[in-house]
């Protein structure tokens, strides 16, 4: 579990419940048309953009944002060393029977011992790397359009509610509440797209970064076991993945600076 996006939306919710709670009644701040304005209209505009098969996705997107434990690949990079260890002493086709968790590296793995050739392992490998950018990004596609649908909506539904205001202009009791239902909708999207939307958007951009990363560390060094190349110089070219600080080995980094 990420405890950095629990904690997060922990306390940008908690702030915005905390401020309002502290200023006065929550019940103010519920307005029922508000709601329908917002949130039937970015729901809408979302099954507009997108596929139905994409949008039912949207969950899983969303729960790999939050819960997701990322990989070590300083740990990625030491599994891919003894397995080159293993592929050294005895023989390539022992990797075959060496217990792998992780999926991708289970593949990599057979397909080495499949002695296939280095441009072939390279190009199925690869094509699941594509395969995966391109899940991700229809996630960070459709929370990018939450962003961008929620203030909208908001702002739709606060030109409505002054529209309706305007009508009751001889009734000045009634302006200052229909004025702040108006500017309920403005805040719901506000808060729609600055404290969900938009972060776990780029939380998603994130996590695939680093699964890329990983799984490219995972190509070039299965890459290197097809070589033959000694595990030691496995690990050091594995290493130039990773930022200095956290190579291990005995890398210092060639001297370069810290990235």
């Known amino acids: 579990m990420d405890i950095g996006s629990v904690i997060g939306l922990a306390l940008a919710f908690g702030a915005i419940i905390g401020a309002i709670a502290v200023g006065g009644d929550v019940g103010i701040f519920v307005d029922i048309p ?10 809408g505009v979302t099954f507009l953009r ?20 990322p990989s070590d690949p300083a740990a990625t990079i030491e599994e891919i060393r003894k397995l ?40 199925i490998l690869q094509l699941e790397i594509d395969a995966m950018e391109v899940r ?17 909506f908001g702002m739709i539904g606060t030109l409505i509610g002054l529209v309706q205001m305007l009508q009751n202009l001889s009734d000045p009791s009634a302006i200052g509440p229909a004025m702040a239902v108006a500017l309920l909708t403005t805040f719901y999207g506000a808060v729609i797209a600055n404290a ?20 490219n560390i995972i ?16 690990q050091e070219k594995l290493n ?20």
Request: cysteine-free; aromatic content about 6%; overall charge negative.
């Open 34 to 43: 508000s709601l329908l304005v917002v949130g039937l209209g970015v729901i």
């Open 50 to 69: 997108w596929p139905i098969e994409t949008v039912t996705k949207l969950a899983s997107y969303v729960m790999k944002a939050i819960f997701f434990t």
């Open 84 to 123: 080159a260890d293993t592929a050294r002493k005895e023989s390539i086709f022992a990797l075959e029977k060496v217990p792998i968790d992780d999926v991708f590296l289970k593949k990599a793995m057979t397909l080495a011992a499949d002695n296939r050739p280095p441009e072939v392992i390279q190009s």
């Open 136 to 152: 991700h990004k229809f996630g960070i596609g459709i929370m990018d359009g939450i962003g961008e649908s929620g203030p909208a």
């Open 196 to 215: 969900f939307a938009i972060p776990v958007k780029a939380k998603i951009e994130i996590r695939s970064g680093m699964e890329v990363t990983k799984m």
């Open 219 to 234: 190509i070039a060094g299965t890459l290197g076991i097809v070589a033959g190349e000694n595990p030691r110089l496995i």
């Open 240 to 259: 130039s993945f990773l930022p200095p600080a956290e190579r291990g080995g005995g890398d210092d980094g060639g001297g370069g600076g810290e990235e």
